[in-house]
């Protein structure tokens, strides 16, 4: 059985339910204990956090920045998921990162991503992809909300790994 929030009174399929609360998924093994009663027990998806401890740590974190707001959907070692919001008329700060690549799919609305040298209009199932290094920015032209969700990879994604060329918020390095 899947369900999209957590089951009062699941079915039995075999012993398992499966059921998508937030992050992560969790499967539940369900088995009959007595005549009326269960017995509802979460069995992993990934390796136990104590072996990977800082996998997913930040998963549902949300951040409001002067351009909008993003939130870490899921994280793993090597990558990290985010959701992207930029307001109309706003822009994200020119930066580049020493450890880690990002590739950008727009969900909804255009974004304007500046990648190197290149200028791209990014529209909603298209995506660019950000090399390790390279300068890069996206902006949002419109009258709408932009909605990005941004895939992380490399060996290290923390949030100190930005370093800013231009910052129209005056944060960090950029001027």
């Given at each position: 059985?899947?369900?999209?929030?957590?089951?009062?009174?699941?079915?039995?399929?075999?012993?398992?339910?499966?059921?998508?609360?937030?992050?992560?998924?969790?499967?539940?093994?369900?088995?009959?204990?007595?005549?009326?009663r269960?017995?509802?027990?979460?069995?992993?998806?990934?390796?136990?956090?104590?072996?990977?401890?800082?996998?997913?740590?930040?998963?549902?974190?949300?951040?409001?920045?002067?351009?909008?707001?993003?939130?870490?959907?899921?994280?793993?070692?090597?990558?990290?998921?985010?959701?992207?919001?930029?307001?109309?008329?706003?822009?994200?700060?020119?930066?580049?990162?020493?450890?880690?690549?990002?590739?950008?799919?727009?969900?909804?609305?255009?974004?304007?991503?500046?990648?190197?040298?290149?200028?791209?209009?990014?529209?909603?199932?298209?995506?660019?992809?950000?090399?390790?290094?390279?300068?890069?920015?996206?902006?949002?032209?419109?009258?709408?909300?932009?909605?990005?969700?941004?895939?992380?990879?490399?060996?290290?994604l923390?949030?100190?790994?930005?370093?800013?060329?231009?910052d129209?918020?005056?944060?960090?390095?950029?001027?």
């Amino acid at each position: 059985m899947i369900s999209l929030a957590p089951v009062r009174n699941p079915v039995d399929f075999h012993g398992v339910v499966v059921y998508i609360h937030r992050n992560p998924h969790r499967v539940v093994d369900y088995r009959p204990v007595r005549e009326n009663r269960s017995l509802t027990r979460e069995v992993p998806l990934e390796p136990k956090p104590s072996q990977h401890a800082s996998e997913s740590e930040s998963a549902g974190i949300t951040e409001t920045r002067p351009w909008g707001r993003w939130s870490v959907l899921g994280e793993g070692k090597g990558y990290k998921v985010k959701r992207i919001d930029v307001d109309p008329g706003c822009r994200l700060s020119l930066q580049f990162h020493h450890h880690r690549s990002e590739h950008w799919i727009v969900v909804s609305g255009t974004a304007r991503v500046i990648i190197g040298e290149r200028i791209l209009s990014v529209h909603p199932q298209e995506s660019a992809f950000v090399p390790v290094g390279a300068s890069h920015r996206i902006e949002n032209p419109g009258p709408l909300p932009l909605t990005i969700i941004e895939i992380q990879s490399g060996p290290y994604l923390g949030e100190d790994d930005i370093v800013r060329l231009h910052d129209d918020y005056g944060r960090g390095d950029g001027k």
